[in-house]
């Protein structure tokens, strides 16, 4: 009956198909987390909503995967999903019925509120009000004052959601740091043991495809996951009209670039390269995304690193090979984005990154120059005792910030928490003995180890945590005050030496200061930095780009100095300010060989 309508031109209904009947139409099934049918159509929605409010787990099948929901103000009941899905801390997404509910909680400005109702319908960061009675359990948050809200965003979700008429939580279908699940089979293989009901239709999930997340900062829109009604749209770029290349991204927070023309299509999000699946999923998307362009490539692009697992499968296609240093592609990509050539001062910091002399670099000054660059500035190094447990375990990183002021007087220092923890001396003698203790430059590290100096967190239960909840401490302080610090000249590279802000926090912290106006000065004393070097090496314009960027009061504080001395300032808006602009970067590098 529908398809005779839909091929009728006569028919209101021609080429509609869209529209359908129940009977047609996707049918909606509600089973038990075994595949057994519960109920069906309308009545399968209605029971996974009681389903929710009596506690249980839903795992719902979405556009780009499986979700899994349940009623976020219950305690008890997000807990139980933390547990079965094995993510200790890190904050939920939340969907909330609509508008007036998200207002009731949050701060939602005319910006926040357009990003929040667009056709995208991302995952949009929002300020949580203060002194108002939540509909949100602490357990979704954990005390961070943003939640990440969305709205619903397909008619299951509308349908669903106008039955509850509460918050739900809506994270990613899947276990932690897996590919999220998209077939019937995977999802109640894996998720089984998470969700007590599953609410699913019967249209089939091609491709994987998480939930954006967007926020505003210094202004402007700045997506840091591009996924859900973003991904693939083109960047343009010139100067790769002629050839075809594929750009592997980095290892974390992966995407992958192809062209097509002066088109440059950016995958979704894929995820950390750390597992099976997620290594799998990669593949797949580069098939994908190169069947459904119709594209060969015919060179790749990626990222020195040799241990990347986006480095050696590019090692194996048997194309021309071209390897970009990290940090330089994140500043490649702020340029593409912003359509830039000509000089500029790059500013890129992350966590982690190779760096061109076999350290780990991340707090980088660099000028591009084509396919070269120049390290024009850098951080102090430091170390990190005990490798890449130190990046969770970030009080070695304050221990080791501390000893390499202090020496071995360090434990002759007063109000200093990790001081009196069990295992600080055997890693002080890591520290004395230089065993297994990689140096770097990371301002990422640096943030963690000053967050474990003052006390605000001594052990990350997820990446960035450290450093996110430094930044949370300065939410309630308002100051111009920033501390003292030295810039250093060395072999023609200007040098941010961090001494005199150690020394600066453990007297603040001696007098009593309060942890959250020593971490206000700390972002301050960061923007003074980038000013000062940029003052030395004279340049008009200054790109701000890498995962550090994605702090909020860092990245609104750096961009205002640098406009109040007269920069020009650019910031990465439409592409992850992290390594999920990498590729982006990568492209950008091929536009510069001939």
């Not at 129940?22 to 519960?38: A, K, S």
């Not at 203060?130 to 990440?148: D, F, H, R, T």
């Not at 974390?252 to 950016?266: D, E, H, R, Y």
Request: contains cysteine; proline residues 4%; neutral net charge.
């Amino acid at each position: 009956e529908c398809m005779t309508e839909y091929t009728d031109p006569l028919n209101r209904r021609f080429h509609a198909e869209p529209t359908a009947c129940p009977e047609c139409g996707p049918q909606v099934t509600l089973t038990d987390n075994r595949g057994n049918i519960l109920s069906e159509k309308h009545e399968a929605v209605h029971a996974a909503a009681e389903a929710i409010k009596k506690g249980s787990i839903i795992a719902l099948k979405g556009i780009g995967g499986y979700q899994l929901l349940c009623d976020a103000s219950n305690s008890d009941t997000v807990n139980t999903l933390r547990q079965r899905k094995r993510r200790s801390q890190k904050p939920f997404a939340l969907m909330f019925p609509g508008t007036d509910t998200v207002i009731t909680e949050c701060e939602v400005s005319d910006p926040e509120y357009r990003l929040l109702t667009s056709v995208e319908a991302p995952i949009v960061l929002l300020k949580r009000k203060k002194n108002v009675q939540s509909k949100v359990a602490y357990e979704c948050i954990y005390g961070n004052p943003y939640l990440g809200i969305m709205l619903p965003y397909s008619p299951l979700h509308h349908i669903l959601m106008k039955e509850l008429g509460i918050p739900v939580v809506a994270t990613s279908g899947n276990i932690s740091e897996e590919p999220i699940c998209i077939t019937e089979a995977d999802a109640y293989g894996k998720l089984g043991d998470i969700a007590d009901f599953f609410l699913v239709h019967n249209r089939k999930i091609l491709r994987h495809v998480d939930d954006s997340i967007v926020r505003i900062a210094a202004g402007k829109e700045v997506i840091i996951r591009r996924a859900r009604g973003f991904a693939p749209l083109p960047v343009v770029l010139k100067g790769i009209e002629n050839f075809t290349v594929l750009a592997a991204g980095a290892h974390l927070k992966n995407t992958i670039a192809v062209n097509k023309g002066s088109n440059v299509f950016i995958s979704q999000h894929i995820g950390d390269l750390e597992n099976i699946e997620s290594i799998n999923a990669f593949k797949k998307v580069i098939t994908d995304i190169e069947n459904f362009y119709e594209l060969k490539p015919e060179m790749v692009i990626c990222d020195e690193h040799p241990d990347y697992i986006s480095t050696k499968f590019s090692e194996t296609l048997s194309l021309p090979l071209h390897k970009v240093q990290h940090h330089y592609a994140h500043v490649l990509s702020c340029m593409a984005e912003n359509e830039l050539d000509e000089s500029v001062l790059g500013v890129s910091w992350d966590g982690t990154g190779y760096g061109s002399d076999g350290t780990i670099w991340g707090g980088e000054f660099i000028i591009p120059n084509g396919l070269k660059f120049k390290r024009a500035g850098y951080f102090k190094t430091f170390r990190l005792p005990g490798g890449e447990a130190a990046i969770h375990d970030v009080w070695k990183i304050g221990l080791s910030l501390l000893y390499d002021v202090y020496g071995k007087d360090v434990f002759k220092l007063q109000n200093i928490p990790l001081l009196k923890k069990k295992e600080a001396k055997t890693i002080m003698q890591l520290l004395d003995k230089n065993i297994n203790s990689p140096v770097t430059s990371s301002c990422g590290r640096l943030f963690d180890g000053i967050s474990a100096v003052i006390g605000i967190n001594q052990q990350a239960n997820f990446e960035a945590q450290a450093a996110m909840d430094l930044e949370f401490a300065a939410d309630d302080y308002k100051t111009n005050d920033y501390f003292a610090f030295t810039i250093d000249k060395i072999n023609d590279a200007f040098v941010f030496n961090w001494h005199g802000i150690i020394k600066s926090i453990v007297a603040d912290l001696a007098a009593g200061e309060k942890p959250g106006l020593i971490s206000a000065k700390f972002h301050n004393t960061l923007a003074e930095v980038i000013v000062q070097i940029a003052d030395k090496l004279h340049f008009e314009k200054v790109l701000l780009t890498g995962g550090c960027f994605m702090n909020k009061l860092l990245l609104e504080r750096a961009v205002q100095r640098l406009k109040e001395e007269g920069y020009k300032v650019y910031t990465q808006q439409r592409i992850p300010a992290g390594d999920g602009g990498i590729s982006l970067g990568q492209m950008k590098y091929a536009s510069y060989l001939k």
